[in-house]
């Protein structure tokens, strides 16, 4: 069986710092960030797919790509060991945890995009209430939160999507904040757990012990506390500060530009953030995904409605 | 027929492979023939197997699925298949580029993933993965005034004087359209790579016909935290890891067991010429500073003469 579990989720619902935390399992000092593989710690790098096939995704149309990538993963489970040698996945207890945004779809030839029960033998998914991942995505795209709330909405929404030049990673397609969640949750090919982040954060060690337990790995409590105390948010920003985070945008930075990767890490910010106006569209929007994660619509929005 | 010359090699092509420029017809004997012929899905005699290749001692296939399958031979013959009707213009970039980077490959040839420019006699390389910004860089540096030697991949040859020689290729530039605009290149601008790409053939304005001198080799890095911008020389042994891992494709490298070849190369390259990791932005702004950083590089190391 194979040994990959996706960490699956929609972008800015705290993917990152998930992956800081497993790193962060066993270890005796805090995890760099700037060590966490960047190149292939993504699914939808294109340097898995160059090494695999051999010729570069860079000559081919998205559609192209997408109809290739099932073999893409079928080779990446299948071989040991890691495209470059320098770059390890995040790797704890003989699992191998690969970040994916891409939403769970089906190619034209009605292949799984990342190769189904195959490929991986478990995924995790991390959800985020989307009112605050709102002005984080906005922050990320350097767009205006209106804007972010109308790409979480859209139906053809995409990372790495523009045609005109060669992005670092594949096209990854992000159909609706809800529409992601929901091809995740409801795909039949692997297990799937979903954490939310706001348990993450109330209670990071157990809710951590548990995801990683649904994987089939076994870790002590300690070592659960321990990771979380080098995964603090407050520590990563200072590392980011000291050192900046290579994963940030383009133009991000912790003293200047947009206030850095990780920004605020909390949960229920947008009560702040956002206007009544926006609360509203995005509680319009992802209604029915929101109820079915237990993301409660604000009394004002309650008030219109009943 | 078309006739071409690719790092140094003549080629005898019975499609036309637009983006390469005809250089003086060779005499006698081509060395490499491209042509069309089936090519069979399964190479049984085949050591390795990927999920669209095959290696055997001297025979690769490789296919592009719904585009096209190549059989490359001793590293000296390219047949291929066209698929699911696919145009020949549509698959032609697959048969100069990871077809014959493979060829080169299969003739034990040092070819870097590479674009090299001229600068006063000798070549100078840009080496980095797909997507580093190499084609770019080469571009905004045939505008500064320096020749293109080769896009894309670049065979390297160490002969008998002890120096790594660069072969040229008469190939054009291959540009994204954000680059072309960015770069104001527009009236050199010919045919799409493909015809469903924004990618574009660009002319080059000389055309270099012959071996070049290796002076260095520049691997591109994006400036991300922590790493900082700027150009320097790694130690001996990261800068011969750089090389391998620059091979046009480091797993054949590794398949075809010519890791020595490559870390003698290497030694060769950083002894005779040097290994250097340039770190930048990826902003077509920067551009005059970054080419102003390579020029003061160059004046270093005795390319170009000193101010005043």
């Not at chain 1, 800081?20 to 760099?32: F, H, I, K, Q, S």
């Not at chain 2, 005809?22 to 990927?50: F, M, S």
């Not at chain 2, 669209?52 to 699925?65: G, H, L, S, Y």
Request: glycine content about 8%; hydrophobic content about 40%.
């Amino acid at each position: 069986m194979s040994d990959i579990v996706w960490l699956a989720s929609y972008p800015k619902s705290g993917n990152t710092w998930f992956r800081l935390l497993v790193a962060n399992l066993g270890r005796d000092t805090p995890v760099d960030i700037n060590a966490l593989p960047e190149t292939s710690g993504i699914a939808s790098a294109r340097g898995w797919f160059d090494a695999a096939m051999l010729f570069p995704s860079g000559l081919l149309t998205h559609e192209e790509s997408d109809r290739l990538r099932p073999r893409v993963y079928r080779a990446l489970a299948a071989s040991a060991r890691p495209a470059e040698p320098d770059e390890q996945e995040t790797r704890f207890g003989g699992a191998r945890f690969i970040k994916s945004h891409d939403a769970y779809s089906y190619t034209v030839d009605g292949e799984a995009l990342l190769g189904g029960a195959e490929v991986a033998k478990a995924a995790i998914l991390i959800v985020r209430d989307p009112r605050d991942i709102a002005g984080s995505l906005a922050n990320h795209l350097g767009r205006s939160i209106d804007q972010a709330i109308d790409f979480m909405a859209a139906p053809d929404s995409s990372l790495s999507g523009r045609r005109d030049r060669q992005q670092s990673q594949l096209r990854q397609q992000l159909p609706t904040w809800a529409g992601y969640n929901r091809s995740w949750l409801d795909q039949g090919d692997i297990p799937v757990h979903h954490v939310r982040y706001e348990d993450l954060k109330t209670d990071t060690a157990g809710v951590l012990r548990a995801a990683l337990d649904f994987a089939g790995i076994e870790v002590s409590d300690a070592a659960c506390r321990q990771a979380v105390r080098f995964a603090a948010f407050d520590a990563l920003q200072q590392q980011e500060r000291e050192h900046g985070f290579r994963e940030a945008p383009r133009g991000m930075t912790r003293d200047g530009a947009r206030g850095g990767f990780f920004r605020r890490g909390v949960s229920g910010g947008w009560r702040e953030e956002l206007s009544v106006g926006q609360v509203a569209r995005i509680e319009a929007d992802q209604a029915v995904m929101m109820a079915r994660l237990s993301y409660e619509r604000s009394e004002g929005s309650e008030r219109m409605t009943g | 027929m078309y006739r071409y010359v690719i790092s140094g090699l003549s080629v005898l092509s019975d499609l036309e492979l637009p983006g390469l420029i005809a250089l003086p017809d060779p005499a006698g004997t081509p060395d490499v023939r491209l042509h069309a012929q089936a090519v069979a899905t399964d190479l049984p005699e085949a050591t390795e197997r990927g999920p669209n290749w095959q290696i055997a001692p001297d025979r690769f296939t490789i296919e592009v699925p719904g585009v096209v399958r190549m059989a490359i031979s001793d590293g000296r013959d390219i047949a291929y298949e066209l698929l699911d009707g696919t145009m020949p213009e549509d698959a032609a970039i697959f048969l100069s580029g990871t077809g014959f980077g493979i060829l080169l490959h299969q003739r034990g040839r040092i070819v870097l993933h590479a674009s090299a420019v001229r600068v006063n006699g000798h070549a100078v390389l840009f080496c980095g993965q797909s997507g580093a910004g190499k084609s770019t860089l080469a571009a905004a540096l045939v505008e500064a005034g320096y020749d293109l030697v080769t896009d894309d991949f670049c065979g390297i040859a160490l002969r008998d004087d002890g120096l790594p020689w660069v072969e040229p290729d008469g190939r054009q530039l291959k540009l994204w359209q954000v680059s072309i605009d960015r770069l104001s290149l527009a009236d050199r601008t010919t045919a799409p790579v493909r015809t469903q790409l924004e990618k574009f053939y660009v002319e080059p304005r000389t055309v270099i016909s012959s071996a070049l001198p290796l002076a260095a080799v520049y691997v591109l890095r994006e400036a991300r935290p922590p790493d900082a911008p700027g150009i320097e020389r790694p130690n001996i042994v990261d800068g011969a890891l750089l090389i391998r891992r620059n091979a046009y494709r480091p797993q054949m490298v590794e398949r075809m067991g010519q890791e020595a070849l490559y870390f003698q190369a290497a030694a060769t390259i950083n002894q005779r010429a040097g290994v250097f990791t340039l770190t930048r932005a990826m902003d077509f702004n920067q551009f005059p500073e970054v080419i102003g950083w390579l020029e003061s590089h160059w004046r270093t190391l005795g390319l170009l003469e000193q101010p005043g």
